[in-house]
């Protein structure tokens, strides 16, 4: 059984920074093509950033430059560092592990965690 649970989320200020963690139980996160995606109330969750097996990486144009999608293979995570943060980047953020397609499509994630809310004032 594969869990999966998120942690590091909470309040900034705008410009600031916060960095996302989901530990994995059950497998080697690092072995799976994973993901990050993000959804802001009354809106479709969207992908934030993708960081495949083989280490490549995918970022949604709104995050480029400011947030960096890594595993820490001693801690078996999947990190998400955010940097100069917007207000609208405020949403719940949820990793997704075991990507069989496009990155930035969910259905193609098998495992999801439950979320870590992220809030950016200004």
């Known amino acids: 059984q594969v869990d999966l649970v998120e942690s590091g989320g909470g309040s900034a200020r705008s410009g600031g920074s916060l960095r996302l963690s989901c530990t994995m139980s059950g497998n080697t996160i690092s072995s799976y093509s994973t993901g990050w995606f993000r959804q802001a109330p009354g809106q479709e969750r969207e992908a934030v950033a993708g960081?495949?097996?083989?280490?490549?990486?995918n970022y949604a144009d709104s995050v480029k430059g400011r947030f960096f999608i890594s595993h820490d293979i001693s801690k078996n995570t999947l990190d998400l560092q955010m940097n100069s943060l917007k207000p609208e980047d405020t949403a719940k953020y949820y990793c997704a592990v075991d990507c069989e397609g496009a990155w930035d499509l969910e259905y193609m994630y098998r495992y999801w965690g439950q979320g870590t809310q992220v809030t950016v004032s200004s």
């Open positions: 960081l495949d097996a083989d280490g490549t990486t």
